[in-house]
């Protein structure tokens, strides 16, 4: 999640989310997550809406997908929401007009430890993964996702583990999904990028991909899915000695 996140339509609308402590038009209590709809011209479809119905403690680091029909979901991270102490994933989805679709709903299964820093993307259909840093089976910091039918209904009775190998805390997931279903999420961990790929089943296809060449501090992964499933992973690194220090990217088929 981050303070702020757009995501635009095929029509030309698109939707902003942030994260907000202000008392006026905020949850008054702590941070809340706001959002804004715009036509393609820059005129708003909508006021400001809070999309948080939780305002107990902070609901901050929002990110935002939609369909191309308008349709989208909103994710962000609560503190103390989940079992009085640590951070949880939440979401709530809205429709093509901004108007807020149904109530605020818990990503996350597991709500011992933190679950946070989480990301999601929408495909062109409306269905959608939600992937996060935390604690859960198999890993006590790892990179976790749910899958998501268009009526948000969960695909997965329980999040899944992403990253096959525990190579220390692993944080800063992206995610990317095509129209088919198939997905991917890249991640950092240490001073090195990782991406793995998945079927629409949400079955893995590939093992734990080394992005970087370890080289250098490598972080911030972003990573994209094209509709035959191949993917690109860009990602910052601090090069060696100031030599190499910029954005670099590594490109891979779908298997």
Avoid: C
């Amino acid at each position: 999640g981050s303070t702020q996140a757009v995501s635009i339509t095929p029509s030309g609308n698109y939707v902003v989310v942030w994260t907000s402590n202000q008392s006026t038009g905020g949850d008054a209590n702590g941070r809340g997550v706001l959002m804004r709809t715009f036509r393609p011209d820059g005129t708003p479809l909508t006021a400001e809406i809070q999309v948080n119905q939780t305002t107990t403690n902070d609901q901050q680091w929002a990110t935002v997908s939609t369909d191309d029909a308008g349709n989208g979901i909103v994710v962000w991270t609560s503190t103390a929401q989940d079992n009085g102490s640590t951070t949880g994933v939440y979401a709530r989805r809205f429709n093509a007009t901004g108007s807020l679709v149904g109530n605020e709903f818990r990503v996350n299964t597991t709500t011992s430890g933190a679950q946070e820093n989480a990301v999601v993307d929408m495909s062109s259909s409306g269905a959608f993964v939600v992937a996060w840093s935390g604690n859960g089976t198999g890993d006590t910091g790892g990179i976790f996702y749910r899958r998501f039918d268009a009526s948000g209904t969960p695909l997965d009775a329980t999040e899944r583990l992403a990253n096959a190998t525990n190579n220390g805390v692993e944080r800063a997931p992206s995610v990317a999904i095509n129209a088919s279903g198939q997905f991917a999420i890249a991640w950092e961990v240490g001073n090195d990028i990782y991406v793995r790929h998945f079927a629409a089943t949400g079955v893995p296809t590939t093992v734990d991909l080394r992005v970087d060449n370890g080289l250098a501090k490598s972080y911030s992964a972003s990573v994209g899915i094209d509709s035959l499933g191949r993917t690109t992973v860009v990602y910052r690194s601090d090069g060696l000695l100031s030599i190499g220090t910029g954005i670099w990217g590594r490109q891979f088929n779908a298997d």
